[in-house]
């Protein structure tokens, strides 16, 4: 039996040796273009989906300023149209949820060609993991961090008689929880990232006060209030996500080639 000769030091892994395919700036866009088409059509199925439902939804979404109002309050209404208006957005960021796994994968199909073929295998860890993370920033954002800035504000408005519209609720709900729920995203990101080789975790070790600095800068946009305990609430799990990126960046990262000889 033939034994097979054992690798060259320095040898070229096999992944080096692959071939990508090469695609010109029109047949990326051309690409980019199918897979937003796709994504699109997956959310207006996961936004009808949950039509059905938005009544209910409404009703869960409403739990946490409902503690702090009267027994038997409602949200208030300007409009003959806000119900509907409302139960499409609502209806919109449940199907975001029920979506999510259908634009994670559109994400990767558009960075695949990027990729060899062993790491195209990782699209279902990819999919998955994703869709954890983007459901564990929403709970975040409705069990613990929402809650908590909604009882800061109305603690605020001690002196004064709130009347809270259902369309500023929920506007505001919704881009907290949609925020955080992206902001969850980060570590996936980095180690994608590092993953096809355009960033490596020393680099983003390096620029790591920058990072901190542009997370303060996106928790201000989430955060209503200027204080820091809320500041705090969003920023500090985006940091230990940072963080975690740069972990999972240099676990799966792409490794510089070893030199020859």
């Not at 700036?25 to 937003?36: A, G, S």
């Not at 959310?43 to 109002?69: M, Q």
């Not at 809650?147 to 709130?162: K, N, S």
Request: with cysteine; hydrophobic share 55%; net charge positive.
């Amino acid at each position: 039996m033939a034994l097979s000769p054992e690798p060259r030091r320095g040898a070229a892994a096999p992944e080096a040796t692959e071939a990508l395919p090469r695609m010109s700036l029109f047949e990326h866009l051309e690409e980019l273009r199918q897979r937003l088409i796709r994504a699109v059509i997956a959310l207006a199925l996961g936004v009808a989906a949950c039509l059905n439902w938005a009544p209910e939804i409404c009703r869960f979404l409403a739990e946490p300023i409902y503690r702090y109002l009267p027994p038997g309050s409602k949200l208030a209404v300007l409009g003959v149209t806000d119900p509907f208006l409302l139960y499409f957005k609502t209806s919109l960021l449940a199907g975001t949820f029920l979506a999510f796994p259908a634009l994670l994968w559109q994400t990767w199909r558009f960075v695949a060609p990027g990729l060899y073929r062993k790491e195209r295998r990782w699209i279902g860890p990819f999919v998955v993991v994703g869709w954890l993370f983007f459901i564990a920033g929403g709970a975040f954002a409705y069990y613990v961090a929402f809650p908590f800035t909604v009882e800061f504000l109305l603690q605020m408005a001690g002196d004064f008689q709130p009347v809270i519209t259902a369309d500023r609720y929920y506007g505001f709900l919704l881009t907290i929880v949609l925020g955080l729920g992206v902001m969850f995203e980060l570590p996936l990101a980095l180690t994608l990232a590092a993953r096809v080789g355009l960033v490596g975790w020393r680099a983003l070790l390096r620029n790591f006060r920058w990072a901190v600095l542009a997370i303060f800068l996106a928790a201000a946009v989430l955060t209503p209030t200027a204080d820091i305990v809320n500041l705090c609430l969003f920023a500090v799990p985006t940091i230990a996500l940072y963080l975690l990126g740069v972990a999972g960046a240099a676990l799966l990262g792409k490794k510089a080639p070893a030199p020859a000889g």
